[in-house]
């Protein structure tokens, strides 16, 4: 059966880990905060660059990866990976 995790933060952690994970067969279901990463997404596309990272995403993007705004009730998850930013500060920098 396929493994199936969520990924909470589609930043360089988990966009990278997202579709590495989605090329190696896992069903992946990311969701993110940012309208301009879930924008680049949409055309197929990370919002930083990363050698070679623009083909997978094309390639899985509805296919294995799946960015949603919330994960699907009626699937069951092996795991759940939380990549959000850790600020260093009290106020956030
Ligand atoms: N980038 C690195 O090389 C690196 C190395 C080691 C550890 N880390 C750690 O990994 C974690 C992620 O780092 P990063 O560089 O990917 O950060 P990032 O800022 O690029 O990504 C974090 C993403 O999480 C999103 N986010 C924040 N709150 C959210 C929420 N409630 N729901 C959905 N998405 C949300 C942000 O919009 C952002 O896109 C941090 O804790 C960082 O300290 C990063």
Redesign the pocket.
């Given at each position: 059966m396929q493994m199936r995790i969520g990924i909470?933060?589609?930043?360089?952690?988990?966009?990278?880990l997202a579709i590495t994970a989605a090329e190696h067969g896992v069903d992946v279901y990311g969701?993110?905060?940012?309208e301009h990463?879930k924008s680049c997404l949409r055309e197929n596309r990370a919002?930083?660059f990363e050698p070679g990272l623009d083909r997978l995403i094309a390639r899985q993007n509805g296919r294995n990866f799946h960015c949603v705004e919330s994960f699907p009730q009626d699937k069951g998850f092996d795991a759940f990976v939380?990549?959000?930013?850790?600020p260093l500060l009290a106020g956030g920098g």
């Amino acid at each position: 059966m396929q493994m199936r995790i969520g990924i909470i933060g589609l930043g360089y952690v988990g966009l990278t880990l997202a579709i590495t994970a989605a090329e190696h067969g896992v069903d992946v279901y990311g969701v993110e905060i940012s309208e301009h990463i879930k924008s680049c997404l949409r055309e197929n596309r990370a919002h930083f660059f990363e050698p070679g990272l623009d083909r997978l995403i094309a390639r899985q993007n509805g296919r294995n990866f799946h960015c949603v705004e919330s994960f699907p009730q009626d699937k069951g998850f092996d795991a759940f990976v939380i990549t959000v930013g850790t600020p260093l500060l009290a106020g956030g920098g």
